[in-house]
């Protein structure tokens, strides 16, 4: 039991069929407003609790990076990230390019965004050359208040690879991308695919523990309806009582 000033609200939305289960996002799991006096909140009735661990929340993390050269790290981002018992998403995994709304709605339901540099700056907008997908995304992704971090692959780890990058086109404009993202967001360099599960099984909990990020929880987590429209009538009885 939990005593609050409150009247509680039990608020959910954005419920969607993802591959046949149902998850639904909370925007708050409780939202309490202070009146009169102290309620007893049975959170047994809830089946809620963010230090109870109760539902386990998982967080939709965006992954935004050029195709051809960062497959691997790609691949090895989305295995950590489902090892962690998260969601992956991004738009290059299913399409080489694909309308910029489907990167909106995907960015603006995921909860994280991770960034991975490569060699390459990627494909261009269509209506604006001077900038690339990656970097729309980036600077949307900014917009919308996302927590953001980044990997950046490094100079030896690329020479493996059979580009040569300083001849891309927009090589330039790729390095003053990249400088930019090193001084904006926590940046951690990648000399072997190793260190992207590494610093994800790192930091991943941390923003799991994040109470404003709100996250997924499985329908078969959740409470029945009855019981909170019965648990709510009851609160609001005792709410007539105390005026």
Known sequence: MFIYNAKTKFMINDIVNN????????????????????????????????????????????????????????????????????????VEQFFKESPMNIRKRWIDESDVYILILGGFYGLTLPDDESKSYTQWEYEYAAETGKPRFAFVVTDERLRELPYDFTAIEHYQKFQEFKQSVMEQVPTYYVEDIRHIKMVLRDQLPEYAARDDLYGWVSSKDLPSVQKLLEENARLKAELEKKK
């Not at 939202?31 to 047994?44: C, E, H, S």
């Open 19 to 90: 591959h046949s289960i149902c998850i639904i996002r909370y925007n708050r799991w409780i939202k309490l407003a202070a009146v009169y006096d102290t309620i007893r909140v049975n959170f047994d009735i809830l089946n809620l609790s963010y230090s109870g661990g109760l539902m386990r929340k998982k967080l939709q993390i965006y992954i935004s990076a050029t195709y051809y050269d960062l497959i691997e790290e790609r691949h090895t981002a989305v295995e950590a990230i489902l090892q962690s018992g998260h969601i992956p998403a991004g």
